[in-house]
């Protein structure tokens, strides 16, 4: 077939039609048939009424940032705020990360909360609970007309089994299999006081006092793979306490 008989390709004319934004501006929208112009049209106009910033570009990303900095960095402890990145890098981000914020459907959230089916129900919690948080802050700033995130969802992974606490003779065996002074002094202190790891770490002379036998709890040590600071913020407000120093630890 010569060149003469190929048909042209047919070139759509799309429709166009603007809407005027509540600063004056307009936004244009065009589509194929007159039918799908409408609809946009519709649910542009929709999420205007509904406060929403139509002309926001913002990915879940770069709004996931914004949250993390202003919500959480703030008012949160290291460890806290380490958890929450682990939970958008390694499971939320890599899903919606690159999708504009207001695009996000609930059946994205729910392939999330999917991909997590064979995971604990304590990682589940945490994810669920950032994605509410993420898409609530949006709601109320005007970058998304509802959250996708249904109040229907709920974790449904495996609970962790609560620790057992090691029976007087697991103890001692631990400790006669430990030779290093150091690592033994430290399993000495966490049998005898509870105390968390942090804690330990962060114990001082002067938090000692030998002559009324009582360890003042006041410091916690943020353990990282290439520092570890001190610092007076405990896990709970409880967590500042006052407990007895036994005669063991006092050897």
């Given at each position: 077939?010569?060149?003469?008989?190929?048909?042209?390709?047919?070139?759509?004319?799309?429709?166009?039609?603007?809407?005027?934004?509540?600063d004056g501006t307009r936004k244009f929208f065009r589509a194929k048939t007159q039918k799908e112009l409408?609809?946009?049209?519709?649910?542009?106009?929709?999420m205007v009424n509904?406060?929403?910033?139509?002309?926001?570009?913002?990915?879940?990303g770069q709004f996931a940032q914004t949250w993390y900095d202003l919500y959480k960095k703030p008012y949160l402890r290291?460890?806290?705020?380490?958890?929450?990145?682990?939970?958008?890098?390694?499971?939320?981000?890599?899903?919606?990360?690159?999708?504009?914020?207001?695009?996000?459907?609930?059946?994205?959230?729910q392939a999330i909360m999917a991909s997590l089916s064979g995971k604990s129900?304590?990682?589940?919690?945490?994810?669920?609970?950032?994605?509410?948080?993420?898409?609530?802050?949006?709601?109320?700033?005007g970058l998304v007309a509802k959250s996708p995130v249904?109040?229907?969802?709920?974790?449904?992974?495996?609970?962790?089994?609560?620790?057992e606490a090691l029976t007087?003779?697991?103890?001692?065996?631990?400790?006669?299999?430990?030779?290093?002074a150091r690592a033994k002094t430290f399993l000495m202190i966490a049998?005898?006081?509870?105390?968390?790891?942090?804690?330990?770490?962060?114990?001082?002379?002067?938090d000692i006092d030998f002559k009324k036998k009582i360890i003042h709890v006041r410091h916690n040590a943020v353990i990282r793979e290439t520092s570890t600071t001190i610092s007076e913020e405990l896990k709970t407000k409880a967590g500042r306490r006052d407990l007895p120093l036994s005669e063991i630890l006092e050897m």
């Open positions: 077939m010569s060149s003469k008989d190929k048909k042209p390709k047919k070139k759509y004319e799309y429709l166009t039609k603007a809407i005027t934004m509540p409408d609809k946009k049209i519709l649910c542009a106009q929709i509904a406060g929403v910033d139509i002309c926001s570009e913002e990915t879940f290291q460890r806290s705020l380490d958890a929450i990145k682990y939970v958008l890098n390694l499971h939320i981000l890599p899903a919606i990360g690159n999708y504009r914020l207001r695009d996000i459907s609930p059946m994205q959230i129900n304590s990682l589940q919690s945490k994810v669920l609970s950032n994605l509410r948080s993420i898409f609530n802050v949006a709601q109320e700033n249904s109040q229907m969802l709920k974790p449904t992974g495996k609970r962790t089994r609560e620790k007087p003779q697991e103890s001692q065996l631990l400790l006669d299999r430990v030779q290093n049998l005898h006081t509870g105390m968390r790891r942090g804690e330990i770490v962060a114990l001082r002379w002067e």
